[in-house]
């Protein structure tokens, strides 16, 4: 058997993206040459590790063993390297980093920024996934942290408080729900909206919550970023959801009427996890550290 590093973060690239073309690209390899790679793997044991579909791949009984094998030497192989760090130069670790679309848009930008300059031998690899799958990616230890909604089920995780991060309905100015008392989502559910990008987590979460009150959401059109969700708003293109923050930093003349939402997946906080902070690689911790800092100055 004859594998190296770069064949299994190719192989775990390859499960996260599902398929080999996205997969490769992650890892900055030709199809060509990851292909090669996956081919000499499962010829150096005469075992398929992956089924190929017109949909993508997806691993065998043996490839799902590989992948639990994988992540543990990598993460190994990661905190062998910061434990050198300091004998060689040049050397960086890397933090993997998941986050749901309020997170990533809203509050990390200027904390990741100041993190990085501060830390010249770390590198992030910063994914936007729904708060549920990023629970799934930590407890098979796929990544080291994760920010989450606290609407999900966190068995088996560590986790801290992050943000307050409520949800509040937008209408424009003209529509027929903005003159009466405020509207629940559910009543929301009969009018078209300007959605998220659909890949985006929070699209997913609120199209999630439409299909367990009985409706799907009526997307009209979807919109790049929180920005562009309130500039369609403001102009009449239907409701809209987004973060209180995002709403803050808008102009003081929103053209458009906000509303909090009160159902209690709405009112949602988000919570810093991982599946044991002691236990981090001391990079990892050190972004902890930097993302609690604030918390901690502003309680």
């Known amino acids: 058997m004859h594998f190296d590093l770069i064949d299994l973060r190719l192989y775990l690239h390859i499960l996260d993206t599902g398929n080999i073309t996205a997969g490769a690209s992650r890892s900055h390899l030709s199809l060509a040459a990851a292909s090669a790679r996956v081919r000499a793997m499962e010829a150096s044991l005469g075992i398929e590790f992956l089924q190929r579909g017109r949909r993508g791949v997806t691993p065998t009984a043996a490839g799902k063993a590989l992948a639990q094998h994988a992540r543990l030497l990598l993460q190994q192989a990661e905190r062998m390297q910061q434990d050198l760090a300091e004998y060689a130069n040049g050397v960086k670790g890397q933090v993997r980093l998941l986050c749901n679309t309020t997170a990533i848009s809203e509050y990390l930008p200027e904390l990741l920024a100041d993190f990085l300059r501060e830390h010249p031998n770390l590198d992030i690899d910063l994914q936007e996934l729904p708060s549920l799958r990023i629970t799934h990616v930590l407890r098979q230890g796929a990544a080291d942290l994760g920010i989450i909604s606290d609407a999900v089920d966190t068995h088996g995780l560590q986790t801290l408080p992050f943000r307050d991060d409520p949800l509040v309905l937008i209408l424009p100015l003209d529509h027929p729900l903005a003159e009466g008392p405020p509207v629940s989502f559910v009543d929301s559910l009969q009018h078209d909206y300007v959605a998220l990008a659909a890949d985006s987590a929070l699209a997913v979460y609120l199209e999630e919550q439409a299909l367990h009150a009985g409706f799907r959401l009526q997307t009209r059109i979807r919109a790049e970023g929180f920005d562009g969700v309130m500039r369609m708003v403001a102009r009449g293109a239907g409701l809209g959801i987004v973060p209180l923050a ?16 009160e159902e209690e997946w709405a009112c949602r906080k988000l919570l810093l996890c991982a599946r044991v902070f002691d236990q981090l690689p001391g990079y990892a911790k050190a972004l902890l550290d930097a993302l609690s800092r604030p918390l901690r100055k502003n309680p």
């Open 246 to 261: 995002a709403l803050e930093r808008w102009p003081q003349e929103h053209r458009f009427k906000a509303q909090p939402l």
